[in-house]
């Protein structure tokens, strides 16, 4: 159960849709998942920078789950198994995403392509889904992140030495599921019961005497002319 690449994953994710977004609209920017620079974004022109800058890690027990999640899988014998794993960590993953282009009007534009494409996949699954870390069935949400600001892309354009830049602020929930193994159990596909009358057991069987369960004979009760 190799999921433990789910941060790359859920961020390959996320830009397959802008880079599909962009092959769409047939513009001549490219998306990247990448640390904007000034200098980066500056090669790179036209482009369109998604930017993991925060990580919020936590324990969350869905309603439909138990602590210990499970598994099925199949041997290379065919046989079925439900395997329990460890309390997965949920994880809050916080992208910022930026524009770069010679012209400031084409840059907005680029931005706003990649609103769109977000907007228009705000649950990733399937085939959007890039990677194994992911289980079956799984989503990846990625919303709006309205607790992204001026100040929060003055602080992470800050770090790079450069100035705040226009960048908008995404959220995604993903799972950072554990390799611990706690137990497995075979599948059963087909439960048989036997059910039988111990006042008639089947031939072979102990007597229904032995058992002290032999039925007294019926009282006759004589009527009256």
């Known amino acids: 159960m190799s999921k433990h690449q789910v941060i790359r994953d859920a961020g390959q994710s996320i830009l397959g849709v802008l880079r599909a977004e962009l092959v769409a609209q047939r ?8 640390t904007p620079t000034a200098e980066f974004l500056r090669k790179n022109a036209p482009c369109l920078v998604l930017y993991l800058y925060d990580l919020r890690p936590s324990f969350e027990v869905r309603t439909t789950e138990n ?3 499970e598994e099925e899988i199949t041997d290379e ?3 079925t198994y439900v395997v329990r794993y460890g309390r997965p960590l949920d994880m809050g993953l916080h992208y ?3 524009a770069s282009a010679d012209d400031l009007a084409d840059e907005h534009e680029i931005l706003a392509l990649g609103m769109k494409a977000l907007l228009d996949h705000g649950k990733l699954s399937g085939e959007t889904l890039v990677g194994d870390s992911f289980m079956k069935g799984e ?3 990625v919303s709006v992140d309205d607790g992204f600001d001026l100040q929060t892309a003055s602080t992470v354009f800050g ?3 450069a100035g705040p830049r ?3 602020g995404y959220r995604a929930e993903a799972r950072l599921f554990s390799g611990k193994e706690l137990g497995r159990s075979k599948r059963v596909r087909e439960r048989h019961i036997d059910v ?3 006042l008639r057991p089947p031939p072979g069987s102990v007597s229904a005497k032995e058992l002290g369960l032999e039925a007294k004979p019926p009282k006759i009760v004589a009527t009256k002319k």
């Open 27 to 34: 513009t001549k920017a490219k998306a990247y998942l990448a």
């Open 139 to 141: 989503t990846l949400p």
């Open 166 to 168: 226009l960048a908008v």
């Open 196 to 198: 039988f009358d111990q």
């Open 67 to 69: 602590w210990h999640l």
């Open 159 to 161: 770090g790079f030495g």
């Open 77 to 79: 014998k065919g046989e």
């Open 96 to 98: 910022l995403l930026t």
